[in-house]
């Protein structure tokens, strides 16, 4: 069994390897390795000549210096005697010259087998008839000599055919094509160079003649741009954030924990979109022209964490804004209408308007690009077919080539072994299956253990539940008495427990998955994920059930969306603190207890389904308050940045490798779709009954008048009817489009059917994929054949 | 040397596996071998350029898969046999597996992965084998 390694962990472990930006230490040290290799060298040339001068009597000597082309037969040869030891020169200088063993070293062989690639890519529409498949990927047998060197001419034949098929294929498949092809950079330009037309680097004129000024104006412009393009693309790539930060912490914790921080940096991107344009349309907009009325609140220091107070009446929150046109040049006030008559051009500004719509564009497109990059994860990590073939994968793709530092390359070792024989271990149990008496017992402990958790996310709800209805009464009463000391104290407590649940229970629900004992440790993640998941979405739930009830909307709260805007506030900046406190407890004063007491050097480990679950409910949170609290989508911008270089500092001071086998690109796909359907969705749901069924409240907010805050969409639309008759098409296809739920009947149903489509597809495509499986073993049986009957005729 | 007329550098071996990105790889002759118009490992600036091309994250499937078998294969026969799957595994766990092991998973990858029933891997079977592993792009990548 592979053993621990002791390491000693000292404080240099962390910059061990030399930064980049420390230009002088990577200098140094390749000047001395290049003087250590011009030292051997020199060594290497007098020896040779020593050995010149010794061997002009023995010519085995000279074998050493052969030529490399040639050491490949040479190194065939015996392997093939190995193999085939009764077969003859004859049979065997045959078998070399087969098509198999010349596929991707031969260039002749590229290039034709490139050229059918591209004249198939050109010919067919979608798939590839049947017919065709057969050739599978060996170049075509008619445009391949029997003998092993192809000459000169040949080649370039070939060449020159590829180079017309690249030159009638479309530029951006051109690309593909050329990327794709396992030849050298410099062939690989030349082709580019000479199927396109033009070339990349730009060239002196070969006349020799005196440039007349236009041209050679001309020709300096052309530089200078192509310069200043080269520099941008450059300063572009430097511009990419955190790249050093990622690169270390792949190289000495693997792909598994990078897809922690590279799934932070996209909800960092999703976030900076969201803000972009609230900023722009209406933040700023509001910023612009501030409401009459002051902030009469003082700021004290409790702000930042509770939300209200100061911030109450600030940008930060839906009750600031107003609810008519911003800069109107007709303002009607009291009975007077005065219309300005300036010379500056006043752009009147529908706020209410503007908010509903920045919020809903930036949701339809935050759906969309979720969509899109799900579908894209998923496209790449599924694959047809691939429950076989376990062993196989682990030897060939196990490795983590990203891992660079040489403790975590010894702890990758030993995991792969680890695998290794795991998987060896459970082939032989495979054939040995569990009798009834233990399968009965790991059911009961299975149905126990999910009605464990399930009971106690049930009573974690209902505890929930009591506890928001205790804190509003109480909150209610405080109002009605205007009591204002330690009211924004009290409602932190709400938060407060939620956060200490959402901390609490993953910690529980690792003991049970230890009770359990999981065959398989893939299983034991998707289940910790599920129990966490539902814990979390179900008590969100109750929570906005709570806020949107008829308790909150009517009560005595001026401003109920203000007040869910704090709340959803509060929850975030709670959830920042526990991860906090949680990284503190659980990495540093873990380790610290496990190096003091337990005297062992195993260090805690990162748990990334648990950190990544965390992230994805901030970002739920964010995009359930974004209605209410327009800035929200900064503050989770902050927050997400100081965790990384927290999460990040503890990562590396107190965690070790993982040592269980993590499917980096699955379950990237696994969190994506988690942050699309539950998160996102739920959000929506939650954002569309908001705007559809709650009467907005009395005084405050840009929906202060209205039954519905979709009223305002319907003002504005008949609005538009009666200045521009022309528009009745625009209404008719509000009215019985978007308000008619037949269309959404038909839209469902197409999408239906387009889903089981390819559900057919995917069956036809498995069943195709098993005739070809026999083909090739069928094939592979007549090639045997075939080598039998060629040694039987030349072995005589 | 004439730079202008003949820039045909090339950097040693000796040189390239010492690189940070490279110095821990067990792999990392081969990487270099399998890039190098020689096949001694001495690497020209294009060449350098190719190898870091296709082991960056952008490179397609294919070529990775192309030149991962090229890897693999340690004696340059264009086929995987049990013998370079031998020298595989036992870089990959640094000679931890005990002989039988080592015997016992080269039978099992050449049971699960040869299609055309030769004994060995082809590139076609290797390539059929990756085409099964979506980690392969983010595992055969190395971040400079």
């Known amino acids: 069994m592979a053993h621990t390694l002791t390491f000693t962990f000292g404080p240099e472990n962390v910059s061990q390897t030399p930064s980049p930006y420390d230009e002088g230490a990577v200098h140094d040290s390749f000047h001395q390795l290049i003087q250590e290799q011009s030292w051997l060298a020199e060594q290497e040339l007098v020896e040779m000549q020593e050995m010149t001068n010794v061997t002009s009597r023995g010519r085995e000597n000279l074998a050493y210096i052969v030529s490399p082309a040639r050491q490949t037969e040479a190194c065939e040869a015996p392997e093939q005697t190995e193999e085939h030891p009764g077969f003859s020169s004859a049979t065997l200088r045959i078998l070399a010259s087969m098509p198999s063993r010349t596929i991707g070293r031969n260039r002749g062989a590229i290039l034709s087998q490139y050229y059918n690639r591209t004249a198939r890519l050109r010919r067919r529409s979608t798939r590839p008839p049947l017919q065709e498949v057969s050739h599978s990927a060996r170049p075509s047998l008619r445009q391949l000599g029997i003998d092993l060197d192809s000459s000169r001419e040949e080649e370039d034949t070939k060449r020159n055919l590829l180079v017309k098929e690249l030159q009638s294929l479309p530029a951006s498949q051109r690309v593909n094509m050329l990327q794709a092809m396992p030849l050298s950079l410099a062939e690989k330009r030349s082709l580019r160079q000479d199927s396109s037309g033009h070339s990349g680097t730009l060239r002196k004129p070969k006349t020799t003649a005196p440039l007349s000024h236009c041209s050679r104006l001309k020709y300096y412009v052309i530089i200078g741009f192509r310069n200043l393009w080269y520099s941008w693309l450059s300063f572009l790539h430097t511009l990419q954030p955190w790249h050093y930060s990622l690169k270390q912490i792949s190289g000495r914790f693997g792909s598994s924990i990078l897809s922690y921080f590279l799934f932070l940096k996209t909800l960092i991107m999703f976030n900076l979109f969201f803000f972009l344009i609230l900023l722009v349309f209406v933040v700023a907009m509001q910023a612009a022209y501030p409401p009459a009325t002051p902030n009469n609140e003082t700021f004290t220091g409790l702000e930042p964490l509770t939300g209200a107070g100061y911030f109450s009446h600030t940008l930060m929150y839906y009750g600031y804004y107003s609810n008519f046109t911003l800069n109107d040049p007709c303002a009607s006030g009291s009975n007077i209408t005065r219309c300005w008559q300036s010379q500056d051009v006043h752009l009147p500004y529908n706020m209410p308007l503007a908010y509903l719509f920045a919020v809903g564009v930036a949701f339809i497109v935050t759906c969309i690009l979720l969509v899109y990059s799900m579908s894209r994860s998923f496209g790449e990590s599924y694959r047809v077919g691939s429950a076989s073939g376990d062993l196989a994968v682990k030897v060939f793709c196990a490795w983590d080539y990203k891992v660079i530092q040489a403790r975590s390359v010894g702890l990758q070792s030993e995991n792969i072994c680890t695998q290794l024989k795991e998987c060896l271990a459970e082939r032989q149990s495979r054939s040995h299956p569990l009798n009834l008496c233990n399968r009965l017992q790991r059911l009961v402990v299975l149905l126990l253990a999910w009605m464990i958790s399930l009971g106690t996310v049930l009573g974690c709800v209902i505890a929930v539940y009591y506890f928001s209805e205790y804190i509003h009464q109480v909150h209610h009463d405080r109002l009605t008495r205007s009591m204002q000391t330690g009211n924004e104290a009290l409602l932190l407590a709400l938060p407060l427990l939620v956060s200490l649940i959402n901390l609490l229970m993953p910690y529980m629900y690792n003991f049970l998955a230890a009770w359990e ?26 929570l906005c059930y709570h806020w949107l009830s008829r308790k909150v909307t009517s009560s005595k709260i001026k401003c109920w969306e203000t007040y869910v805007g704090q709340e959803l506030y509060r929850l975030v900046m709670m959830d920042f603190i526990f991860t906090l406190l949680d990284t503190f407890f659980g990495e540093l004063i873990w380790r610290i207890i496990l190096e003091g007491k337990k005297q062992s050097k195993q260090r805690p480990e990162f748990d990334i389904a648990r950190n990544v679950l965390e992230l994805i409910y901030g970002q739920t949170l964010t995009w359930l308050g974004v209605f209410f609290a327009p800035l929200l989508p900064a503050v989770q911008i902050l927050k997400l940045v100081l965790l990384f270089y927290i999460k990040k500092t503890s990562l590396m001071r107190n965690c070790q490798s993982p040592s269980k086998p993590w499917r980096a690109s699955h379950m990237s796909t696994i969190f994506i779709t988690l942050l699309c359907f539950p998160s996102f969705l739920g959000a929506s749901i939650f954002l569309s009954y908001t705007i559809w069924s709650v009467r907005p409240s009395e005084k405050c907010g840009p929906f202060q008048s209205l039954a519905t805050i979709y009223d305002s969409g319907k003002m504005w639309v008949t609005q538009l009817e009666k200045s521009n008759p022309n528009l009745t098409w625009f209404t008719w296809i509000h009215q019985h489009m978007i308000q008619n739920t037949f269309f959404l009947f038909v839209i469902s149903g197409i999408l239906l059917s387009v889903i089981y489509l390819n559900i057919q597809v995917v069956k036809g495509q498995r069943r195709v994929i098993s005739l070809l499986k026999e083909q090739i073993a069928n094939e592979g049986e007549d090639k045997t054949f075939l080598i039998q009957k060629l040694h039987a005729v030349y072995g005589k | 040397m004439d730079y202008k007329r003949d820039p045909g550098v090339t950097v040693p071996m000796q040189l390239i596996i010492n690189m940070p990105e490279l110095q821990e790889n067990p792999f990392k002759e081969r990487i270099v071998q399998s890039f190098s118009e020689d096949g001694e490992g001495n690497l020209s600036f294009n060449d350098f350029v190719d190898m870091f091309s296709v082991l960056s994250e952008t490179a397609p499937r294919e070529l990775k898969a192309i030149y991962a078998f090229k890897i693999y294969d340690f004696n340059s026969d ?18 931890d597996l005990t002989e039988e092991e080592v015997m016992l998973v080269c039978e099992k990858v050449i049971d699960e992965a040869d299609m055309d029933a030769d004994g060995k891997l082809g590139f076609t079977d290797f390539e059929n084998m990756i085409s099964k592993a979506p980690d392969f792009l983010s595992t055969f990548h190395i971040r400079i």
């Open chain 1, 517 to 542: 004992k999981q065959e398989s440790p893939v299983l034991e993640v998707y289940i910790a994920i599920c129990r966490n998941l539902i814990l979390k979405m179900v008590i969100l739930g109750l």
């Open chain 2, 78 to 95: 264009n086929f995987i046999c049990k013998s370079d799957l031998e020298q595989t595994l036992n870089k990959l766990t640094k000679e």
